[in-house]
């Protein structure tokens, strides 16, 4: 069984920064991608950014390129982040942590989510 756990999300003002992380656990999980989703109320759910293994090939919606950066830990490689610069009060959403094994042909990891709230 795959548990994703993600942290980080939290209130700011337009302009600044935070940073999700994402944790991964479960004993024979090994990732095909993993990504970071968000919703926000009334709104589809949208694939914010993905990155894939080995390679770590990487992709983003374009209303975040230049500002969000994913990235995997080079030690924990069940890890990632995502880095949320320049935010917009459009970027409030709940943020979820979405993984895909090599069995698996569409995302079928979830983790609960965690909030980010960007006033203006």
């Known amino acids: 069984q795959v548990q994703l756990v993600e942290s980080g999300g939290g209130l700011v003002q337009a302009g600044t920064a935070l940073r999700l992380s994402c944790a991964a656990s479960g004993r024979t999980f090994s990732p095909y991608a993993m990504a970071w989703f968000r919703q926000a109320p009334g709104k589809d759910r949208e694939l914010v950014a993905s990155?894939?293994?080995?390679?770590?090939?990487?992709?983003y919606a374009d209303s975040v390129k230049g500002r969000f950066t994913i990235s995997r830990d080079s030690i924990k490689n069940t890890r990632i982040y995502l880095q949320l610069n320049s935010l917009k009060t459009e970027d409030s959403a709940v943020y979820y942590c979405?993984?895909?094994?090599?069995?698996?042909?569409?995302?079928?990891?979830w983790g609960q989510g965690t909030q980010v709230t960007v006033s203006s």
């Open positions: 990155i894939r293994w080995p390679g770590g090939s990487t992709f």
């Open positions: 979405a993984a895909r094994t090599y069995a698996s042909v569409d995302y079928d990891h």
